[in-house]
């Protein structure tokens, strides 16, 4: 995650969570710190994983005083294991009490999606299929989980609603069928758009491929409907699977040949990496 895109699109997000952590201010740390007194404190793996979002881990004490300095002894994407140390904050003690919870509470769910998405997406390495994320993200939490996953070895579907055409269940409803939503759309949407469809069984599948769709998403199929529908689009469309999707059942559904395999269960289900920072204490 770059400078730019920090200060546009991360800044704002990461003052909102810090003033929900200190609304007026953070008693305990005023309570025991009086003055400012300049301090270090370690930051420590406690499991193995993945590591995703340390610049923002850094941008979190930065926000609160430009003159704190991290140290990192790695970087996103690296391989971590407990006992490691991943870095060091100097600066302010002060601030480095009141930002070490917002701070870790980034990194700590970032390296988990990162870490999440790598055993994933391992078990696709030796497949052409590609490992896509959903919009199943927490609010206000969309860029840095999004970013995990492609440090993770994922890519990203659709940013959001104005990103890109996906016409799903209750859409191709409003329509009024299949061919009619996608004919709407293909009206409608720039044509750089591509259009993708939600299909649920294999009728819906021979309306998609008729209206043109670029691209059709298999959803909560069985394999052996999902394999006929491979068929018979016969690369007519890209073709995407969807539907609880997880590390048990994805190596399966990668033999079926579709292009993606997308699974909420990246960003929604990611248990976090157990980082921390220890050993605080005053330097001279």
């Known amino acids: 995650m770059n400078g730019i895109t920090m200060t546009l699109q991360a800044d704002h997000l990461i003052l909102e969570a810090l003033k929900e952590d200190i609304s007026s201010e953070d008693v305990s740390t005023n309570a025991v710190m009086r003055d400012a007194v300049q301090g270090e404190v370690d930051l420590i793996c406690k499991q193995e994983g993945v590591l995703a979002g340390l610049e923002v881990f850094r941008r979190v004490f930065e926000l609160l005083d430009s003159g704190t300095v991290t140290e990192f002894f790695c970087k996103d994407g690296d391989k971590v294991s407990p006992g490691q140390l991943l870095g060091k904050v ?36 030796d497949s052409c299929t590609k490992l896509l994320d959903t919009r199943k993200t927490t609010p206000n939490m969309r860029i840095f989980e999004k970013y995990a996953v492609r440090v993770g ?132």
């Open 90 to 125: 100097q600066g302010d003690i002060r601030i480095l009490l009141s930002g070490e919870r917002v701070a870790l509470n980034y990194l700590q769910r970032m390296s988990g999606i990162a870490t999440y998405t790598h055993s994933v997406a391992e078990l696709l390495k």
């Open 153 to 284: 070895g994922g890519y990203n579907h659709r940013y959001n609603l104005s990103d890109g055409v996906l016409l799903k269940d209750n859409h191709i409803g409003a329509a009024g069928g299949v061919g009619r939503a996608v004919r709407m759309a293909r009206e409608y949407a720039p044509f750089v758009r591509k259009i993708e469809v939600e299909v649920e069984n294999l009728e819906m599948v021979r309306e998609a491929v008729e209206a043109g769709a670029d691209i059709i998403m298999l959803d909560n199929m069985s394999p052996d409907d999902m394999r006929e529908a491979v068929r018979m689009i016969g690369g007519r469309a890209e073709t995407e699977c969807s539907g609880n999707v997880t590390r048990d059942n994805i190596a399966e559904l990668a033999e079926l040949g579709v292009d993606y395999i997308s699974s909420g269960a990246l960003t929604h289900s990611a248990p976090i990496l157990d980082i921390s920072m220890k050993n605080l204490h005053a330097v001279f």
